[in-house]
């Protein structure tokens, strides 16, 4: 059911921050209270623009979203109206493997641009 997709949903969203903890350079925007986190992970980078790196990750395989997300005034609050952020979403279709693999392969490019 819908609790055990949240779930499912939330643990691979924690994979996935797990592999960017020793990651520099990189502001992570997600709720202080897992209980009102959804499933997606929005995130600049200090050196490099959301375009180029949801450009790289497309080159890998992984589909991400970036720019502004529907949310001006999130934007707004966030500081990102101007730059935007790449955007990560977890679902029921995706592994736990492939939650390592999009920390991995961004970890790559961040450390490679």
Known sequence: ????????EKKLMHIFLDGLEDLRGLRVFKS???????????LVSEKFNCETI????????IAVRS???CA???H???GTLES???RFSFSP??????ARTASRELKKILKNL
């Open 54 to 61: 949801a450009s790289r990750l497309a080159e890998k395989g």
């Open 1 to 8: 059911g819908a609790e055990r997709i949240g779930r499912y």
């Open 93 to 98: 279709f995706i592994s736990a493997a492939q």
């Open 72 to 74: 001006p005034q999130a």
């Open 67 to 69: 720019g502004l997300h």
């Open 32 to 42: 202080e209270n897992d209980s009102a986190q959804t499933a997606l992970v929005s």
């Open 76 to 78: 707004r609050l966030g």
């Open 84 to 86: 935007g952020t790449v």
